[in-house]
Antibody
Framework: EVQLVQSGAEVKKPGESLRISCKGS????????ISWVRQMPGKGLEWMGR????????NYSPSFQGHVTISADKSISTAYLQWSSLKASDTAMYYC?????????WGQGTLVTVSS | QSVLTQPPSVSAAPGQKVTISCSGS????????VSWYQQLPGTAPKLLIY???KRPSGIPDRFSGSKSGTSATLGITGLQTGDEADYYC???????????FGTGTKVTVL
C-alpha cells in the first residue's frame, strides 16, 4: 500500500525558518516524483513544485520559485519542503503527493501556522 | 489565480447526476492529460480520474471523465450524500512548466 506520512503541525513566528517532511513507503520511492501542494484556509489547491528523488531534480511553479526549497533524501525515502523566512501569508495546509502526470497518493497534510 | 476555471458549486438530489466543467487553454488541457480529485471535508485530496477518463482501482464507475478541446468534464451519477465534497481538475501547463489545478467545485447533495 502506498503511504505518504507527513510531519506534524507547526506554529512559527514570522521570519523563522521551517522544514517539513514527507516519508514514502509501499513503493519504489525513486520511481515517482513527489509534488508539494498548498491549500490556504478555505481556498483551493495550488501546486508548488516537485522533485525527482532519484536525482533531486526539481521543478517549481513560477508562483513559488525562490520562496521555498524542495529537497529529498532517497536513502530514507523522504522529501522536504523548506522556508528560510516565513511570512504570515505562508499559513496553510501543505500536502505532499506521489506524482507521475497525476497524483495518485497523498500525504495527510501538514498545517503550518505563522503568527506573531 | 488558477488558469483552469470550474463552476463554484453544483447541486442535485440523491440519485441524480451532476457534471462539473473545467475550462482551460491549448497550453494546458488542450495538449495534456486531465486528472480529477475529490477532497472530502477535512481530508487530503484523492485521485478520481486520470488520463482524461481512466479510474484508479476502487473508484466506482459512477464517476466518469471526458475531454474535448480545451475543456474537460467530470460526471457523477447516482449521487450520494457521501459525494459531498470539493472537486478539482488538474493538468500540466506547457507554458508555465507547472501543474495547474482548477478553481474547485463544491458538490452539494440536496
Amino acid at each position: 500500500e502506498v503511504q505518504l506520512v507527513q510531519s506534524g503541525a507547526e506554529v512559527k513566528k514570522p521570519g523563522e525558518s521551517l522544514r517539513i517532511s514527507c516519508k514514502g513507503s509501499g513503493y519504489s520511492f525513486t520511481s515517482y516524483w513527489i509534488s508539494w501542494v498548498r491549500q490556504m484556509p478555505g481556498k483551493g489547491l495550488e501546486w508548488m513544485g516537485r522533485i525527482d528523488p532519484s536525482d533531486s531534480y526539481t521543478n517549481y511553479s513560477p508562483s513559488f520559485q525562490g520562496h521555498v526549497t524542495i529537497s529529498a533524501d532517497k536513502s530514507i525515502s523522504t522529501a522536504y519542503l523548506q522556508w528560510s523566512s516565513l511570512k504570515a501569508s505562508d499559513t496553510a495546509m501543505y500536502y505532499c503527493a506521489r506524482s507521475s502526470g497525476y497524483s495518485d497518493g497523498w500525504g495527510q497534510g501538514t498545517l503550518v501556522t505563522v503568527s506573531s | 489565480q488558477s488558469v483552469l476555471t470550474q463552476p463554484p458549486s453544483v447541486s442535485a438530489a440523491p440519485g441524480q447526476k451532476v457534471t462539473i466543467s473545467c475550462s482551460g487553454s491549448s497550453s494546458n488541457i488542450g495538449n495534456n492529460y486531465v486528472s480529477w480529485y475529490q477532497q472530502l471535508p477535512g481530508t487530503a485530496p484523492k485521485l478520481l480520474i486520470y488520463d482524461n477518463n481512466k479510474r484508479p482501482s476502487g473508484i466506482p464507475d459512477r464517476f466518469s471523465g471526458s475531454k474535448s478541446g480545451t475543456s474537460a468534464t467530470l460526471g457523477i451519477t447516482g449521487l450520494q450524500t457521501g459525494d459531498e465534497a470539493d472537486y478539482y481538475c488538474g493538468t500540466w501547463d506547457s507554458s508555465l512548466s507547472a501543474v495547474v489545478f482548477g478553481t474547485g467545485t463544491k458538490v452539494t447533495v440536496l
